[in-house]
């Protein structure tokens, strides 16, 4: 018996709790979370959270690298996020009206992301991608919208990955180009007609999940910009995945490149249930024209716990604390695989690794991965990104590598 | 000066944060809650609330009767509900995974609504009507719906009731038929063709903003089961605005009448962000085939709260106490109208009140009436219904009663 599995761990509680589940929920979990799709040393069910910790139902902990898929970016109940969050509680939180709060987070936003003008408020990721573009369609009265091929911009019938309940005129005004090339994006806009495009959607890297990743290439970007400018049409970047994880602002500016609109969820709450779109001024007027709302979207405690995270991202210089640790974590990730023998492909930006195995095409090599650095202790996921938080510390990174030995070495014994 | 002129409140608060969010949101606010569409006497913003009370930025106090458009439906900040939150929040909230409190609520869920034998969890109504619609499609491997003309079921492109932004092909799938009018429903199907239709979606009253109410019909109620069962479509009832406050069970089982599919939001966690689908078991393999998710569905407090929200609404009788003080309110209101000389019409279930003022066509008496109502210290709304809770108590009815008389003296003085 390996050491591996000598170490594996009881479920007992968790196995109980998917009988129950599989009895009241359709096939027992659904979306990114259902762990059925995962090795079966993944826990599904989850007891406690806490800085960079989570443990499960029994009583397992790990060191978390998946960060709630990105929601977690200062750490588990983060003290200044949730005393910010507690002192909005006390008064209220969803009220007949939004609170001050709300005029607050938008004036930080505005002032933080350097495209922004405006921002309008709702729950989820998906809310944000359509709402942009509801916005771009508004403003230029046109319908077709180019997005990558493979992206993931959310899981409305228009984006969800899955066609299953999907009626197809719900996807007939998308038109699709291939990420970084400029060429592809061009003919898109020539099969759509110039005079039909609203808008272009993209990422602001390259992050579908099962594939390499790849960071935007600067002249793709710059040409997106001036093949909106030339179409009149807005370009929208889905920042729900890395927004404020590459940069305190928005992720291409560092690369000067500005969109008209975009779409934020995730990180910007600290895992408070909220999302944001953003836009430029000439956009303010179509975003007042559309009718969109939410009953939960005024909701005043995760925009205190909003603020708090912004501005505690910036004091604790956040993502050069990722930057660094992501760094440290690659590079020594890549010497033990050379030392263990294991060939290993790493990519995307640091702070969101995404590690591949050369010819796992069935990602049996990832999944053994995975499961190894589960009974290790090790929360990691073997076909999605992983994501860092500022309270990620050399600590874990040590936790994660000696993990990392032992899934390399199984993976090495991977027939 | 009228009485009602010389207490009228002084709002500089108010006035400085909507200043402010002009700046920085789309004509300084959007959707429902948008008080730039009511009288200048209701608040854009609120500071603090408690039981059936809110306070605006400017320390004003007033008795709720909109409830949040729904969401509060036991008080605000209601001790069970708030304990029960607390609770898990000093666990965890968004977290690797969900937590053992979603096998709770979805088996109390299934307890409690008769046709529910599964549950999937979302944000906002919007996701738990477009995925009742997605799981009725993947089912059927039909793509037309059939809606009430007028009705709400959201403010996503399918559902939301302004054009702008919205691609009439994301529409193409949707045909209309008149509530409680079986004939009308009759010829939609058959201007859509019988074998086109994946699902009719009904509200368990008709209940469009700005109109009367109506009661279901129960024939109708009937009818639309029969003709789902001959057409092999899902029958599915949006309980987003009235689930819990009909009935503790689903809003149609005193008809004897049971949908496919129920949509559910609001008030099921008493104002915690929160959705549900509900639905029989042959629609559960649709359910699970279908890609639908969020960032943060799996969030483990809203869970908490609705257990203790729904097992609240049956130990404090909630829908008997609802129905006892929104009785009062109407027979009192009625007595009232016609001692002061104004004729009004009060229209749907006494537990969310409407109010029209007959040939009050661009809603001046009913903003007079809500307007006075405000500056009395009770919120109601000029064209939406009204929400009551269970914390609601004579007191609040002997105040709402008191401003009334102030609101229809105002009413009456109009031109």
């Given at each position: 018996m390996s050491d591996t599995a000598s170490r594996e761990k009881v479920s007992a509680l968790d196995l109980d709790l998917r009988r129950r589940a599989a009895a009241v929920i359709p096939s027992g979990m659904y979306g990114h979370?259902?762990?059925?799709?995962?090795?079966?040393?993944?826990?599904?069910?989850?007891?406690r959270t806490e800085g960079t910790r989570a443990w499960d139902v029994d009583g397992h902990e790990y060191v978390d690298f998946m960060c709630s898929f990105g929601p977690m970016i200062l750490g588990y109940r983060h003290p200044r996020v949730e005393a910010a969050a507690a002192a909005q509680r006390a008064k209220g939180d969803t009220q007949p009206g939004p609170a001050p709060a709300m005029v607050e987070l938008a004036e930080l936003l505005v002032g933080r992301v350097a495209h922004a003008e405006w921002t309008m408020f709702a729950k989820n990721g998906t809310d944000a991608t359509t709402i942009a573009l509801m916005v771009a369609r508004a403003e230029t009265g046109r319908n077709t919208v180019l997005a990558a091929k493979?992206?993931?911009?959310?899981?409305?019938p228009w984006a969800?990955?899955?066609?299953?309940?999907?009626?197809?005129e719900e996807r007939a005004n998308l038109r699709y180009y291939e990420y970084n090339d400029a060429a592809s994006v061009e003919r898109a806009i020539e099969e759509a007609g110039?005079?039909?495009?609203?808008a272009i959607i993209t990422s602001p890297f390259e992050h579908d999940a099962g594939f390499d990743q790849e960071i935007a290439d600067p002249a793709f970007a710059r040409r997106l910009r001036e093949l909106c400018d030339e179409l009149g049409a807005a370009l929208v970047i889905d920042e729900v995945r890395a927004g404020f994880r590459?940069?305190?602002?928005?992720?291409w500016e560092p690369l000067g490149v500005e969109p008209d609109l975009s779409a934020w969820s995730k990180a910007i709450a600290n895992g408070y249930p909220l999302a944001a779109v953003l836009g430029r001024g000439r956009y303010a007027d179509a975003a007042s024209r559309i009718f969109v709302t939410g009953s939960?979207?005024?909701?005043?405690v995760p925009m205190a716990a909003a603020v708090a995270t912004i501005e505690a991202l910036r004091d604790e210089e956040a993502v050069t604390v990722m930057e660094r640790i992501g760094n440290r974590l690659r590079v020594e990730l890549d010497q033990l695989a050379h030392e263990v023998g294991v060939p290993i492909r790493q990519t995307g930006p640091v702070q969101m690794p995404n590690l591949a195995f050369p010819g796992d095409v069935e990602f049996a090599k990832a999944a053994t991965f995975s499961a190894a650095m589960l009974n290790r202790g090790v929360i990691v996921h073997p076909r999605h990104n992983w994501f860092l938080s500022a309270a990620h510390s050399d600590d874990d990174v040590d936790r994660f590598l000696d993990a990392a030995q032992n899934g390399l070495e199984a993976v090495l014994a991977c027939p």
């Open positions: 979370m259902n762990a059925s799709r995962l090795p079966p040393a993944h826990p599904q069910f989850y007891e493979g992206a993931y911009h959310g899981s409305a969800t990955i899955k066609m299953d309940g999907v009626a197809p110039a005079g039909n495009v609203a590459l940069h305190h602002g928005g992720s939960f979207w005024y909701q005043a």
